[in-house]
């Protein structure tokens, strides 16, 4: 059997904390079985290497192995992904198409995020990994199939379970070996080998002196509580490695790098003035929404009468007050030119927009481009700051920030994906 140190450098595993070790230790065991074994451990802990090192210390090592992200498939289309669909099964369905349990026969199927499986798809995992059957969508054929499971998650499957979004029975089922991933702050000893392992990478990367860390920096590395764990300290250590000048970096430089370090070390930020401003922004964005969407309403209502009357001196009239509510917030203290002689032919198509519009001359053309371009910018770019500091309040936790943004946590994780954040 290859040893914990052999496995840790074929698959790039850096550190030696005790807890990382058994971990490994672990997977090396199970590997030869083909026991289903689940995999946990918070974001960024390197979950990702578990079913790759058991698969390959396993007899389906020349066998295929698929890695499935559930997280990251729309609800519609999992159960094909997973099983296949028959031609016909649904609308769009024009070929038969195999599934990766059909695909995956005789090797190893990686479920990373099992957490986030559709209660329907999980009774057919179940079913699965009970007695290796399966049924395409569509079809009523069962077919046979010989995959070995490894499922990974960061959530906590007994909330899950206790809330009714994952099944008991599978969960029983898919951990019959359960190996945990420790988080980067319980591995202490190991945060300046990884930050160094990184800084070496990315000076090689970027063609740049390897930055180094005085000692109140270092001790500020391990202090600090990592939430995004692994991952967070590459991106960290990228960041200073392209950014700063010089190459040695201590505590105070370090330290603005290091987001949300109040809530773990010596406040910096007060966390309450961050969470009103957050409430004030999210309450400001509501309101233009709601604001919008209003507008539209009236515009609707105006469009209508216009187009049922063909009259739109007399629309104009009649609708003055909702014309000028409207515009007002734009156009506060400009008087709109009511009396001006305005087109009153009948058809509705030939009415210049500018005769109701009331514009300065010289944006008189652009306005209605320029205000719908900028408002899409700002929405886009006011959802991309809300997720970001979102999930830094919540420590990259998705659940707790899907559940602040009024989000489901799947389209979270499609806009974290997205957006690439
Ligand atoms: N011990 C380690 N040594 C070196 N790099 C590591 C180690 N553990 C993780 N990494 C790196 O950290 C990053 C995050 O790891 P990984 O993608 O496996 O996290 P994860 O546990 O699957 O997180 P998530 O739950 O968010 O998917 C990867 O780039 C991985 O290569
Ligand atoms: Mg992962």
New binding site residues.
Partial sequence: MESVQAIKQRF????NDPK?NRAVEKAIQVAPTDISVLVT?????????IPKIIHSLSHRKHGKYIAVNCGAIPEGTIDSELFGHEKGAFTGATQTRSGYFEVADGGTIFL??VGELPLTTQVRLLRVLENGEFIKVGSSKVQKTDVRIVA?T?VNMFEAIKKGKFREDLYYRLSTVEIL?PPLRDRKDDIHL?FR?FASDFATKYKMPTIRLTDDAVVLLEKYHWSG???QL?NIAEQISVLEQNRTINAVTLHGYLPNIGSNLPAVISSDKQESDFANEREILYKVLFDMKSDLNDLKKLTMELMQSGNAQQVQKDNEGLIRKIYREDKEEEEIPFEEPINTTTEVLQIPPQSIIPQKEEDKYSFAEEIEEEETLSLHDKELELIKKSLERHRGKRKAAAEELGISERTLYRKIKQYDL
């Fill in positions: 790039g595993i850096i550190g990382l451990g918070e974001s960024g802990v390197g979950k990702e290497s990373d995020e990974a960061n991933l990884l392992k764990n692994i991952r590459r």
